[in-house]
């Protein structure tokens, strides 16, 4: 058996429900998985709420770490007894053990903890495609990133430090705009202090940025766009103020033939072959020290809702994960 939260519909935290649910043995092409720590990230909210919605009742929570415990018919790249993590479809994630398709299942080297794998994964592997497959993105270029000292964020920071890349990051406080800066960020800017895109111009000399990264959805939607150089791409990949209007694409034009993408990870995840290399390239940049896995909330997992409730306020800096 397995303590398991799951939800019967979708609303607030309160919806949660904590079930013994029994695992079972796993089928071709899956594995189950003791998990040793659990990842919280704001899909998870998205899914609890309905902005994204699900078939229910149904499990919840897209990424964990734990030790495969039985591997099914057809299974080579994971055994018995393997270090492992993942972030991906099927919901699930929030439960002592579980079974699950293998192929987004990835190893996890000796030398990360597990808690740093269950953090890692959605994050890590967001940023290597916001990098590095959504739109070049080369050394020398500048990168407007929002919410910078989030658990994306500090990863977005470090990696681009690691890339040569120019970062200017956003945040709500000056204690969050400082800690972006420690991991990495060129710039940050308080945009509760400050018109945040004006300020984007001044520090790129009018000239505007080649890349918008943007998670926070409605509230910095058009200050992205106002930020970006002619022929400069807006990657819109989250929606935690709420999701972005319908709007004028002419206006991509006359802002300067603009470019803009809704991706999410899990179309870049959905091959396998493509998901192990992704995760591969965020496990030797952690190996490397270049991206450290900053965690800075733990909760039981019996209080899931407490920590929905903490990211959902903003209260929460880096990563959170679920102990078991």
Not at 30 to 43: M, P, S
Not at 221 to 248: E, R, T
Not at 255 to 260: E, F
Not at 289 to 307: H, M
Request: charge should be negative.
């Amino acid at each position: 058996m397995s303590l398991t939260a799951v939800i019967e519909a979708h609303g607030g935290s309160e919806q949660f429900k904590l079930v013994e649910r029994k695992v079972g043995e796993p089928g071709a092409g899956e594995v189950r998985i003791a998990h040793k720590a659990i990842g919280l990230n704001f899909i998870d909210v998205y899914q609890r709420t309905g902005l994204y919605p699900m078939e229910l009742p149904h499990a919840m929570g897209m990424e964990a770490a734990g030790v495969i415990e039985a591997v099914g018919e057809g299974v080579t790249h994971l055994k018995v007894g393997d270090r492992a993590a993942y972030a991906s479809n099927p919901p699930g994630a929030y439960a002592e053990a579980r079974v699950m398709p293998a192929a987004q299942v990835c190893p996890l080297p000796d030398g990360i903890s597990f808690e740093e794998g269950a953090a890692m994964m959605l994050k890590g592997m967001t940023v290597e495609y916001l990098f590095h497959r959504t739109t070049p993105v080369k050394s020398g270029d500048t990168v407007l990133f929002h919410a910078a000292a989030g658990g994306v964020g500090l990863l977005a920071c470090q990696w681009a430090r690691s890339e040569g890349i120019t970062l200017i990051g956003t945040a709500g406080t000056d204690e969050k705009c400082q800690l972006a800066l420690d991991h990495g960020a060129t710039h940050c800017l308080n945009y509760r202090d400050s018109d945040w895109a004006a300020e984007v111009q001044k520090l790129t000399d009018g000239k505007g940025v080649d890349v918008v990264m943007d998670a926070v959805g409605k509230d910095t939607f058009d200050g992205s766009l106002n930020s970006l150089k002619p022929l400069g791409m807006m990657i819109s990949f989250g929606n935690a103020s709420g999701p972005v209007p319908p709007f004028d694409v002419g206006l991509l034009g006359k802002k300067g033939s603009l470019r803009l993408t809704r991706p999410t990870i899990f179309t870049h995840i959905g091959d396998h072959a493509t998901c192990q290399t992704m995760a591969q390239h965020l496990c030797e940049k952690v190996l490397s020290g270049a991206v450290k896995i900053n965690i800075g909330q733990r909760f039981a997992l019996r209080d899931v809702a407490k920590a929905h409730d903490a990211l959902e306020a903003r209260k929460t800096i880096g990563s959170t994960i679920l102990e078991i």
